[in-house]
């Protein structure tokens, strides 16, 4: 393979990367998430962007900025605060992988610069690089062991390109090791590097350095077998501090990793030399390389660049509150920079109730992909057959608790991102219950449910039951002392129904006609009426069980209506 | 609450309306340490008017202007009311310990004197009562000496109607005009609640538009009356605002129960005990009680099915809106001890054959046969435990509501009843103000 090849390879695999990158980072531009972010136009968002970046840069804020910088990004602060190990683990992978990109992957464009007598082969570089490499396998073994350890959460959608990207990876690694590994024991590596250095491919007029590089540095030559002459080993060595020395360390210490790798494959290496393996492992690793950086982009890996900013803006923003402006440019950032530790997931207060629904879309990490994917795609809820409502469930019992913004490792608003993502979900078509149910009036929504037989009616326990109501005698106390009520609702006229003519439509058994009012939607649950009641009515549990009995009833109601 | 609860409290009251209240707020002033036990609610029922006794005989409907005439009168006539048990200076220590809290709780009262007071009422009636909160009492004199009035009401407070008062008085009080406002901020509602009203006029803002509403429709009046909705924890000061404004007497008009006044004197007299140490169980009930040394009530509404021991019991449970009293198909019962309930012989004669018979019916005379000391009597005519006491509705031989005495009979029952308490636990008797 030539190296002007490489170098377009490389360039090519360089430009697509940057247009990804490009398109990406564009998207913390475009993407609109919330009905406050839909108005604002591109260039505004830009101008944001820039202001933020420089305010960052320079400002009364730089030192907060450089304590998140160091504290946030560098040693992942927040990460540390979740699970040790997966901190650690993290930071190796990370840093592992990092030191590896500028030591070895930019060897010629950073530490020859640095090191005018570098060579892949000499120590330290072959032992940094043994290193390194370690370092991240150690790291992928431990985030893998945290992932094993903790309590199996429901799987959440990923992206293909993810896992094509997670192989990669993997393929850089174990390529990596074996390459070296290969060349190693290679007889037909040494013999291109001594017809290179020294001029000669005659096995015998090369036994010395041949003999010298079998004991000292494991190159399986097949013919070699036994222990060889002394004073011809002495012979080869002492070529081999004249011609080679000045570019090879012997690899037995240097490169613990791939060294022992290189005594397996000891006994295969002449037909792996036959095959041309170590070209091959070459064309393998440098493939791999350039399609990762190609696809580096387009998945979830994109957060190495999204973290930092979504940190330092954080650690910038620290001080005031987001403008708009600013906040629909961290909501759009936040789907790249999510890393998908789940970490929200463990901490969020309706996890328990998630598990009871057997809902997932009601933990943040699901909702984060439907918030985006609600955003950036009409027609995306259209075509979660059956799901979408489960998706709206998820965005409705959820209580803003914040807890997951408070846990999120990259310093996501996860918190503002669901209201957002609420307003987003009702103009997709699935508004909460509250809203949905004034899509028609109480009595409409009763002549609709008349139609269904009392068999698929599910009845509450408390409403059901006539002891339930039965005191009441409509003395106007629940009313009276009813928040929702003084406030008039959001129809002219005011609350189409009062608490207390919501007992007294039980009381007539009118419960169809009593789910669909405004007053049980609206009603704040502050537990006044019943507190109040002079009959020890329990009120507002019945309105909740109403409402629960409504949002099941009135649900089905209305997809089959959407349906017809 | 400073006070620690003690094992062995001096009195539980059973009850939360007006005359357990009432018991309550007694035994804290004495000094007594007491539990109140029971759910509250009665009292919303109110109207904030406290009768004392106006109607004797019911059934010659004689009205009284002198309510202490009237005891005197009840006394010769019927000495086993309960009323014709309480001296006149205990029933007029409780008017005044009762109206002075209140007041302290932000509901102040006309100071009690010797006559009743006729209000006007909703309807458009004359109710004489007793005790007038303050927010009220102008249109005591408006009412007797008829000047030129305005009475206001409000777009979609249905229970309400100055027109109403208008048609049915207006023939006789020439002065008299009405008129209807928009309620500020509610132009488009359809319908008001008075509760609400009230609370929006405690802030300066609605209270100004409303003001500025009211003040062009003026006119020649002397007074201005307007439905029970000025303020609700802080009545005496939006009512005083209303009158500064207007340059004008201002009075409310009680509204049908459940009304404002009834709010405000259900919290004043929640405030009124808790700030005096009284131990409220609201959510609890009493189930059942046993007598010994001491009284062992036992309560449900509390986690673990608590017990409480108290030295002396008062029952305040009411009649039958209460629950004291239970109407079976053939007797009455009394609903929590089993106590033996006077009561006609038979269900045939509980109820006279005609709905509005000026005597009343039989069976809203039923209850508890006491001794002079309100201590609720067993079948052989013995109390039927030393320190049981019966106060209010549930007390034998009166017609509270016929009688226009409700507040009295609870008011004058508790203090007496309190007082035997406190003698029989040597508690330093009343003080000067009971003279």
Not at chain 2, 175 to 185: C, H, K
């Amino acid at each position: 393979m030539s190296a002007s090849f490489l170098r377009m390879a490389f360039l090519v695999s360089l430009g697509l990367c940057a247009l990804g990158l490009l398109w990406r980072v564009s998207a913390w531009l475009r993407v609109r998430i919330g009905p406050d972010a839909r108005d604002i136009p591109f260039h505004q968002r830009l101008l944001a962007a820039v202001r933020g970046t420089l305010a960052t840069l320079v400002s009364r804020r730089t030192p907060g900025v450089l304590k998140a910088f160091v504290l946030d990004v560098f040693l992942q602060r927040r990460l540390f605060g979740g699970s040790r190990l997966r901190w650690l683990g993290h930071l190796l992978i990370v840093n592992g992988f990092l030191l590896l990109l500028v030591m070895h992957a930019l060897a010629r464009l950073v530490t020859a610069k640095l090191y005018p007598d570098y060579a892949s082969t000499h120590d330290p570089w072959l032992f940094l690089r043994n290193v390194f490499g370690a370092v991240v396998v150690v790291g992928i073994v431990m985030v893998v062991a945290g992932r094993l350890r903790r309590p199996p959460s429901p799987p959440r959608p990923q992206r293909p390109m993810d896992r094509v990207f997670t192989a990669l990876v993997a393929v850089v690694l174990l390529s990596g090791f074996l390459l070296e590994a290969t060349k190693v024991a290679s007889p037909k590596a040494f013999y291109r590097m001594a017809n290179e250095y020294i001029g000669s491919t005659d096995p015998e007029e090369l036994l010395p350095l041949r003999l010298a590089w079998a004991t000292d540095f494991g190159v399986a030559f097949p013919d070699l077998q036994g222990a060889p002459d002394p004073d011809k080993l002495a012979e080869g060595r002492e070529l081999h501090h004249d011609a080679c020395a000045s570019c090879h360390s012997p690899p037995g210490s240097s490169a613990f990793v791939s060294y022992p790798i290189s005594r397996v494959l000891a006994p295969i290496a002449e037909p792996l030399d036959g095959i041309d393996a170590d070209t091959w492992l070459m064309y393998l690793h440098l493939a791999a390389c350039f399609l990762g950086l190609i696809l580096l982009p387009f998945t979830r890996f994109i957060h190495v660049l999204a973290d930092p900013v979504s940190l330092l803006a954080n650690g910038a923003a620290s001080a005031g509150p987001l403008s708009p402006v600013g906040r629909a440019n961290r909501r759009a950032l936040a789907i790249d920079a999510c890393v998908d530790c789940r970490l929200c997931d463990d901490r969020c207060s309706v996890a328990p109730i998630a598990r009871s629904l057997g809902n997932p879309a009601l933990l943040p990490s699901h909702k984060l992909l439907a918030t985006h994917a609600v955003a950036t795609n009409p027609r995306w809820l259209d075509r979660q057959a059956g799901h979408a409502r489960r998706i709206a469930e998820g965005a409705v019992l959820c209580t803003t608790c914040g807890r997951c913004t408070d846990r999120c490792p990259v310093g996501i608003d996860l918190a503002d991102l669901w209201v957002a993502g609420r307003a987003d979900l009702a103009r997709a078509g699935q508004p909460s219950p509250a809203q949905w149910v004034r899509e028609r009036s109480a009595l409409d929504w009763d002549e609709a449910l008349a139609v269904q037989t009392a068999a698929q009616n599910p009845v509450g326990p408390l409403s059901s039951r006539r002891e339930t109501y039965s005191a009441c005698v409509q003395c106007q106390t629940c009313t009276n002392v009813c928040p929702v009520v003084a406030h008039g609702g959001e129809e002219p006229g005011g609350m189409d129904l009062t608490p207390q003519k919501v007992m007294n439509l039980l009381r007539l058994g009118m419960i169809d006609l009593a789910i669909g009012s405004g007053m049980v939607w609206d009603c704040a649950t502050c537990y006044q009426c019943q507190e109040h009641c002079p009959e020890g009515i329990r009120v507002t549990d019945v309105m909740l069980e109403l409402r629960e009995l409504g949002y099941r009833r009135l649900g089905d109601t209305r997809e089959r209506r959407q349906r017809e | 609450m400073t006070q620690t609860q003690p094992k062995t409290w001096d009195v539980a009251v059973v009850g939360a309306g007006m005359a357990g209240m009432a018991a309550s707020l007694f035994a804290a002033e004495r000094g007594l340490s007491c539990l109140q036990i029971g759910n509250g609610g009665g009292l919303l029922f109110a109207s904030g008017l406290l009768d004392l006794l106006a109607v004797h005989p019911v059934a010659g409907r004689r009205l009284w202007d002198n309510p202490f005439e009237a005891l005197a009168m009840l006394r010769r006539d019927q000495p086993d009311h309960p009323l014709a048990r309480v001296d006149d200076a205990t029933m007029r220590a409780a008017f005044q310990s009762f109206t002075t809290a209140l007041g302290a709780a932000g509901m102040p009262y006309a100071p009690p004197g010797d006559r009743n007071a006729n209000v006007l009422t909703s309807l458009g009636t004359a109710k004489p009562t007793y005790g007038v909160p303050r927010t009220m009492s102008a249109g005591v004199g408006a009412l007797a000496g008829r000047p030129p009035c305005l009475l206001l009401d409000f777009r979609g407070l249905r229970e309400f109607s100055a027109r109403q008062i208008v048609a049915t008085i207006g023939d006789r009080w020439p002065g008299l005009r009405m008129a209807r406002v928009e309620f500020p901020g509610a132009e488009t509602t359809a319908e008001l609640y008075a509760a609400h009203m009230a609370v929006a006029l405690e802030s300066g803002d609605f209270r100004e538009r409303t003001i500025a509403r009211v003040r062009p429709l003026l006119g020649d009046a002397h007074a201005v009356g307007f439905p029970a909705v000025l303020g609700l924890a802080r009545s005496g000061a939006v009512h005083a605002a209303f009158e500064e404004a207007l340059g004008v007497p201002v009075f409310e008009i009680p509204t049908m129960p459940t009304s404002v006044p009834g709010l405000r004197l259900n919290s004043a007299l929640e405030q009124a005990v808790v700030t005096r140490g009284v131990h409220r169980m609201l959510r609890a009930n009493v189930t059942s009680a046993a007598f010994d040394g001491t009284a062992v009530l036992t309560l449900d509404g509390v986690p673990g099915g608590e017990t409480v021991s108290a030295r002396t019991v008062v029952l305040a449970t009411g009649r039958f809106t209460g629950r004291g009293l239970t109407a079976g198909q053939q007797r009455v019962t009394e609903s929590l001890l089993g106590l033996p309930v006077q009561q006609p012989a038979s269900r045939a004669a509980w109820h006279s054959r005609d709905f509005l018979d000026p005597a009343g019916h039989a069976v809203n005379r039923a209850g508890l046969a006491t001794d002079d000391e309100f201590r609720p009597l067993e079948s052989d005519g013995r109390p039927a435990w030393p320190g049981l006491f019966a106060v209010g509705s549930i007390l034998a031989g009166q017609d509270w509501m016929r009688e226009k005495c409700g507040a009295g009979l609870a008011l004058g029952t508790a203090r007496l009843a309190v007082d035997r308490i406190a003698r029989q636990l040597g508690v330093p008797g009343p003080l000067a103000e009971a003279g």
